[in-house]
């Protein structure tokens, strides 16, 4: 059974810094794109950031683009994103995704986690 848990959700104040991190289990980690997207209340789900299987190629949505980091750790099966000078509209439900080709759509999805950010 595949699983994508996320982690590291919460509520922050703007210019704050948090750290998401997603820990699979049920693939072969090693050989999956990872991605992060988001959604925000009355919006469609965007991506937010993606990393290849072996971490040499990132992109990033340009809303995010010099703030937000994507990382992998192929030998603890986890994702990272690492998100500094947080914005109000930054504010959504991260979720963490699982694909087999870098360009190709999401074929697992963990179940996401709150970001707030608000004073």
């Known amino acids: 059974q595949v699983q994508l848990v996320e982690s590291g959700g919460g509520l922050v104040q703007p210019g704050g810094s948090l750290r998401l991190a997603c820990a699979a289990s049920?693939?072969?980690?090693?050989?999956?794109?990872m991605a992060w997207y988001r959604q925000a209340p009355g919006k469609q789900r965007e991506l937010v950031a993606r990393?290849?299987?072996?971490?040499?190629?990132?992109d990033y949505a340009d809303s995010v683009k010099g703030r937000f980091t994507i990382s992998r750790h192929n030998a603890k099966d986890t994702v990272y994103l690492q998100m500094n000078s947080l914005k109000p509209e930054d504010t959504a439900v991260y979720y963490c995704a699982a694909q087999f080709r870098y360009t190709t759509a999401p074929n697992y999805w963990g179940q996401g986690t709150q970001v707030t950010v608000s004073s």
């Open positions: 990393i290849n299987n072996s971490g040499g190629s990132t």
């Open positions: 049920g693939i072969r980690f090693s050989i999956y794109t």
